[in-house]
């Protein structure tokens, strides 16, 4: 069964600092990977996400992730942080199989400081 | 172009009570879901459906019931509305299955607050 563990519920960074958003999953198949950002009273966007090819995945707002099968890993990261991207950002597996469901983590809450 | 909308916004129930939180999308998805939102519990599928007249069960389907008797609306009931199911209840809308997407997979409503006294 599919699972995706993201480690800190709540994270702070200074703005212009680098955001890093960890985020591992288990699969026993080729997963499909995603980031979704939640602004307070909406829905999720789709920030990016993993399904073949390139592991490096770039997405919007300048956010990237990187697949890296070996360590079972999807972690988030943004070069420079902004007051803007204080958001809920939740990780997400779907199984290349599968095409049916998604499964979310837990969430984690990115805090910029000023 | 109003994407899925969702109705209610929000609503407060007595214990015990029944209602049908509804989803609707203008996009021609086949797949739709249904989604709880607690805090510290990210999302968890409660039923979802790969399209017209199909419905099937998510992780937490107890308590919930669904149909999707018309492509655009996927219904989400709760005959029997217990405190636990208190939360924030999500809809998205999927154009085809995650692995022939070539840009963004589920697009979500804007939520539904339910509250069950």
């Known amino acids: 069964a599919q699972s995706v563990t993201q480690l800190g519920s709540h994270v702070s960074v200074s703005e212009g600092a680098l955001v890093l958003l960890r985020c591992n999953y288990s699969?026993?198949?080729?997963?499909?990977l995603f980031w979704y950002v939640q602004y307070p009273n909406q829905g999720l966007q789709l920030l990016l996400k993993?399904?073949?090819?390139?592991?490096l995945v770039k997405g919007i707002n300048g956010f990237e992730a990187e697949f890296k099968k070996s360590e079972t890993s999807f972690h988030l990261t943004k070069p420079s942080a902004h007051m803007s991207d204080a958001a809920e950002y939740f990780c997400?597996?779907?199984?290349?199989?599968?095409?049916?469901?998604?499964?979310f983590g837990k969430g984690t809450r990115l805090h910029i400081l000023p | 172009n109003a994407g899925v909308t969702q109705t209610p916004k929000f609503r407060v129930l007595k214990t015990g009570q029944s209602m049908t939180l509804l989803c609707a999308q203008d996009m021609n998805h086949e797949y739709m879901y249904w989604y709880r939102q607690d805090p510290g519990m990210g999302l968890r599928l409660i039923h979802y459906s790969v399209g017209e007249g199909t419905t099937a069960k998510g992780e937490v389907p107890d308590g919930y019931n669904v149909s999707r008797l018309k492509k655009q609306n996927f219904l989400l009931g709760l005959e029997s509305a217990a405190p636990s199911q208190t939360s924030v209840y999500f809809c998205?809308?999927?154009?085809?299955?995650?692995?022939?997407?070539?840009?963004?997979?589920?697009?979500f409503g804007d939520g539904t607050r339910l509250s069950i006294l």
């Open positions: 998205a809308s999927d154009k085809a299955a995650v692995k022939h997407h070539s840009n963004q997979p589920q697009h």
């Open positions: 993993y399904t073949t090819g390139a592991t």
């Open positions: 699969s026993s198949v080729p997963p499909y």
């Open positions: 997400a597996v779907s199984e290349a199989n599968r095409d049916d469901k998604i499964i």
